[in-house]
């Protein structure tokens, strides 16, 4: 009985609103009818009849509902958001976007509250959908009022982290509705930590062999000035020292200009089977050094790709140097190609056979100054930004990078062309 009551109630207050609603349209159409047959010399009888028939249509036969328009409190936001107009606005907004009442209780959401945040019925406390403490601190000051706009951090942990700057403020004056709009600031609080990190591992990178050199000029100066034998063996260490500082800014220099350039336009038309041949004819010296046989397993045609000559041999000497040093173990690096796969574009694969690398480590490789092995790499003279210029280098191609490894069984690189 409860439930019925309630439903009968309910469709009470929905046939008010409806007439609430089209007042001023079911006034006229009354006058009219009375004023029609009054004038017939009527006695007003039918035209009641009639006006009853009107009102009861107005109120129980809800109509076609125009699109847009929600189901629940449409009278509020007829009233005070300006009807389909305001709402076609909000629904167009790109970020997640709340409208709430005085109560916290969700009004409207928009597609892309609902797709950050789940389904949100009309009626949810905004309380319940956000629980994190400083969302329901949040809340409460705006709906306390004061002068606005309000404005806090949020993040949310689940099911990806991301974090939101969330502003709110009152929709007009005495509506008694408020706008919650997220801002997702996650790309760009990512950016801010990688530029962070950047100089962070940059300085610690000179730091070390500057420190390195001060302490030597101040050996060679003091205990060492009289030593012959020391003092040969402080300059060969500064020289080393001072080359790998070198090294770092060229590498740093090479980086800054890729991101400044970072789309090539044009190009010309290379073989790379040709290009590979002098990579491997301007490595072996190092594959000498290192012990390793360079192998390659090349088409007899030609494979034709549009780019930058000089930019793609920086590509497969840091490779093949990569290959050498780190995979040496395995005494062989092979370098194969393929003129076109079935999806039409072209491969060079780069394949050590050394200790190989661990999978953690395969999606940050590329990334400035990772290293697998710190002391191995400083060891090699490495910089840690070598695989992140090949990635650059290979992006303003709009080429790839693919990386397979195994531990103990060696790595492969593989530079993917796109078709032409």
Not at 275 to 301: G, K, Q, Y
Not at 327 to 347: L, W
Request: some cysteine; glycine content about 8%; hydrophobic content about 45%.
């Amino acid at each position: 009985m409860k439930k019925e009551d309630a439903a009968r109630g309910g469709s009470a207050k929905a046939a008010l609103r409806r007439l609430a609603r089209n007042w001023h349209i079911l006034a006229a159409a009354s006058a009219a009818l009375l004023a029609l047959d009054l004038f017939l010399v009527g006695s007003g009888a039918v035209a009641a009849l009639a006006v009853a028939f009107v009102l009861a249509v107005a109120a129980f036969f809800p109509g076609k509902r125009r699109e847009g328009m929600p189901e629940k409190g449409d009278d509020a936001l007829t009233r005070d958001l300006g009807t389909l107009p305001a709402l076609h606005l909000a629904a167009a907004v790109q970020d997640p976007l709340y409208v709430f009442d005085e109560g916290g209780t969700v009004v409207y959401a928009n597609e892309a509250a609902r797709t950050a945040f789940g389904s949100t019925a009309q009626g949810t406390s905004l309380q319940l959908r956000f629980r994190a403490p400083e969302m329901h601190d949040f809340i409460a000051r705006v709906l306390e009022g004061g002068s606005g706009p309000f404005a806090t951090d949020y993040t949310e942990r689940v099911p990806i982290e991301r974090a939101y700057r969330v502003s709110a403020m009152p929709i007009g004056e005495g509506s008694g509705l408020f706008v919650l709009l997220f801002k997702d600031q996650s790309e760009a609080r990512r950016i801010d930590r990688m530029r962070a990190d950047f100089i962070a591992n940059a300085s610690h990178e000179l730091r070390t062999p500057l420190a390195s050199i001060a302490g030597f000029i101040e050996t060679l100066r003091g205990p060492a000035r009289d030593d012959p034998d020391a003092r040969e063996n402080f300059l060969q260490i500064m020289q080393d020292q001072t080359a790998r500082m070198a090294r770092l800014i060229d590498d740093l220099l090479s980086l800054s200009r890729l991101e400044i350039k970072s789309h090539m336009k044009g190009g010309e038309h290379i073989d790379l089977k040709q290009l590979l041949e002098s990579v491997r004819d301007s490595m072996a010296h190092l594959a000498a050094e290192s012990n390793v046989a360079i192998e390659l397993d090349l088409p007899e045609a030609p494979i034709k790709v549009q780019g930058d000559r000089d930019g793609l041999v920086q590509v497969f000497e840091n490779l093949l140097e990569n290959a050498c040093k780190y995979g040496g173990s395995g005494g062989r690096v092979m370098i194969t190609a393929t003129a076109a796969e079935q999806d039409g574009s072209k491969r060079v694969t780069v394949t050590d056979f050394g200790p190989g690398i661990a999978e953690e480590h395969i999606p940050r490789i590329t990334e400035r100054f990772y290293r697998v092995d710190v002391e191995n790499s400083r060891a090699q003279k490495g910089t840690g930004l070598g695989l992140s210029i090949v990635k650059h280098i290979l992006a303003r191609h709009g080429a790839r990078l693919s990386i397979r490894s195994r531990v103990g069984e060696g790595s492969s690189f593989t530079v993917i062309f796109p078709p032409e």
